[in-house]
């Protein structure tokens, strides 16, 4: 949903601009493929009945594709959200200064491409089984630090 809200902000911001508001509606209902695939994923790979806790099920391994599709999407869109401003920020009539003071606050969402390149490296990790809680640790961390972001 931070996602959808920035893009809600850059049509705000940008929607003006024709092509930008039309890639803006394209890349939401990218986004929204997230928040479908994410309940799915939990519904898919939860415990079966009569199985024991300490079991994996076998749909998991299939949901671990899925989330390698999650951060891939995640990781574009993530892109797309940063280097957006970047070209309408630069045609800005400002003082170079303060243009780049401007186009300094909204990279600060490099921050979330980071956290998503070292998730992407843990969800092979948790997709190959190296070492799946310790994966799953890392992903959910990196997870929050993208929700602490701005």
């Known amino acids: 949903?931070?996602?959808?809200?920035?893009?809600?902000?850059?049509?705000?911001?940008?929607?003006?601009?024709?092509?930008?508001?039309?890639?803006?509606?394209?890349?939401?209902?990218?986004?929204?493929?997230?928040?479908?695939?994410?309940?799915?994923?939990?519904?898919?790979?939860?415990?079966?009945?009569?199985?024991?806790?300490?079991?994996v099920n076998p749909e998991c391994y299939r949901t671990f594709a899925y989330g390698l599709a999650q951060g891939i999407t995640s990781l574009l869109i993530d892109l797309y959200i940063i280097f957006l401003p970047i070209p309408i920020i630069m045609g800005l009539n400002l003082a170079r200064r303060k243009k780049y003071g401007v186009l300094i606050i909204f990279l600060t969402g490099i921050v979330a491409v980071v956290a998503d390149g070292i998730v992407m490296k843990f969800?092979?990790?948790?997709?190959?089984?190296?070492?799946?809680?310790?994966?799953?640790?890392?992903?959910?961390?990196?997870?929050?630090?993208?929700i602490l972001t701005p």
């Open 123 to 146: 969800r092979v990790d948790l997709y190959l089984a190296k070492d799946p809680p310790w994966a799953g640790f890392i992903i959910t961390l990196c997870r929050y630090v993208k």
């Open 1 to 55: 949903m931070g996602k959808i809200a920035l893009l809600a902000l850059y049509l705000k911001l940008f929607g003006h601009i024709n092509k930008v508001r039309w890639s803006i509606y394209a890349v939401s209902i990218f986004a929204l493929t997230i928040l479908v695939m994410t309940p799915l994923d939990a519904i898919l790979c939860g415990r079966v009945q009569g199985q024991d806790w300490g079991m």
